[in-house]
């Protein structure tokens, strides 16, 4: 293999690897407050994209996608205050498929409004023809793009969870939520700022990875499948291990195209998902326990 073509495969697997790495992170940032494995986070993703494609007719670009973000947060609140606030101790398998409803609810919902067409963003710099020259290999900008506010994000959430009170009052929820609500923290508040958090930021990577891989009704759940793989991968719970799970899966993926046919892509992602249930069921970098969000 050229270096050229191990740079180009090496910049797509990092792509994908950042975008399933927020994917997974939006799961663990509602695990971590509420114990909840959401299996909407796909569709965070696909609102981001489609409903700023919708919206970019009206305003520049950058706005469209700012009112996307806030408006798929807003869905998110809306999620859990209509569908999980009210439950009381609610078992596992229940919100398994309360989330599971409310994914494919969301995906039939976007099917009407949107239609089966494929569309995307524009390019943020230049168009589909435009490159940058990378050790010999061409890389589009826009991927340039992904991995730069991926990375902007997880910094982001360093940042908010280790630096603010409202990030420090909802790691107080995910170490022991009984304790924090004899503190005083409005744990229900907490919860739902999770799910908005986990809305915004899939919202944010549905919008960057648009122009590259275009958006589409359907494609929540893919994405929900390969993030939760990551979030298992990385260890449940654990955030910055699903930045590196996620890096890994991408660049499996990117190199494995070069194995074994295109079609088979998205086994890979299934196979890690069941070997590591069965051999290493806490993920890789994981505890037997899930280690909550300090590891921001």
């Known amino acids: 293999m050229s270096v050229e073509l191990f740079v180009q495969y090496l910049f797509a697997g990092i792509t994908y690897g950042a975008i399933y790495a927020i994917v997974a992170i939006g799961f663990n940032i509602i695990y971590n407050t509420t114990g909840i494995i ?20 009206f305003m520049p670009l950058y706005a469209a996608i700012a009112l996307a973000v806030l408006m798929t947060m807003l869905f998110g609140a809306l999620l859990e205050i209509c569908f999980i606030r009210w439950l009381e101790s609610p078992g ?24 089966e067409s494929i569309r ?28 730069a506010v991926c ?20 790691k107080a929820c995910a170490a022991n939520r ?23 930021i899939g919202a944010l990577a549905g919008c960057v990875m648009s122009p590259i891989t275009s958006s589409g009704y359907d494609i929540g759940t893919g994405l929900a499948i390969k993030g939760f793989t990551v979030a298992i991968l990385g260890g449940l ?5 699903a930045v590196g799970a996620g890096l890994l899966l991408g660049i499996l993926e990117a190199f494995s195209i ?9 086994a890979i992602a299934i196979t890690i998902l069941l070997l590591i249930l069965f051999v290493r069921p806490h993920g890789l970098f994981g505890s037997s326990t899930a280690a909550g969000l300090k590891e921001f």
């Open 258 to 266: 070069s194995v074994v046919p295109l079609a088979f892509k998205d």
């Open 151 to 170: 990375g902007l994000m997880v910094l982001f959430l360093s940042v908010f969870f280790q630096a603010t009170s409202v990030g420090r009052e909802m």
């Open 178 to 200: 009984r304790a924090a609500i004899l503190c005083g923290i409005n744990t229900r508040n907490m919860v739902t700022l999770s799910f908005m958090l986990s809305a915004g």
């Open 38 to 57: 959401n299996f909407a986070q796909g569709e965070f993703v696909m609102l981001g994209g489609m409903i700023s494609i919708s919206l970019l007719p």
């Open 92 to 115: 596992v398998l229940r919100m398994i498929i309360i989330t599971i409803g409310l994914s494919i609810l969301t995906r039939e919902a976007a099917l009407h409004l949107w239609g």
């Open 237 to 241: 719970g654990n955030s910055m291990a």
């Open 120 to 147: 995307s963003l524009p390019y943020f710099i230049g168009d589909e023809i435009t490159t940058v020259a990378i050790l010999g290999a061409r890389i589009s900008p826009q991927v340039l793009w992904v991995i």
